[in-house]
């Protein structure tokens, strides 16, 4: 059974940074696309960026575009999100997503992490 922990998270000012991690164990960082979800309060949960498990493809929400960084870490079986220049509108809670797929969007066909929260204060 895959899990998935993260950790990173907290409070920080705008314009600041964070970087999120997400340790995988029961499957290999390899074996298909990784990524993050956010879940803002009051609002549905929705794709941020995605790694393929060569590392060779990422993909981003044009709403982090530019801001956040994903990575991986093979040997770690560990894939991170750099966030830089956040902003109020970034606070949520962030989930890493197992097996992540793209029909007409982002889905997770695999586990969930527990989740880590931002908070971004203006």
């Known amino acids: 059974q895959v899990q998935l922990v993260e950790s990173g998270g907290g409070l920080v000012q705008a314009g600041g940074s964070l970087r999120l991690s997400c340790a995988a164990s029961g499957r290999a960082f390899s074996s298909g696309i990784m990524g993050w979800f956010r879940q803002g309060p009051g609002k549905e949960r929705e794709f941020v960026a995605a790694?393929?498990?060569?590392?060779?493809?990422?993909y981003y929400a044009d709403s982090v575009k530019g801001r956040f960084t994903i990575s991986g870490d093979n040997a770690k079986n560990t894939v991170y999100l750099q966030m830089n220049s956040l902003k109020p509108e970034d606070t949520a809670v962030y989930y890493c997503?197992?097996?992540?797929?793209?029909?007409?969007?982002?889905?997770?066909?695999?586990?969930w992490g527990q989740g880590t929260q931002v908070t971004v204060s203006s």
């Open positions: 790694i393929s498990g060569s590392g060779a493809n990422t």
């Open positions: 997503g197992a097996n992540l797929a793209y029909g007409s969007r982002w889905y997770n066909r695999g586990s």
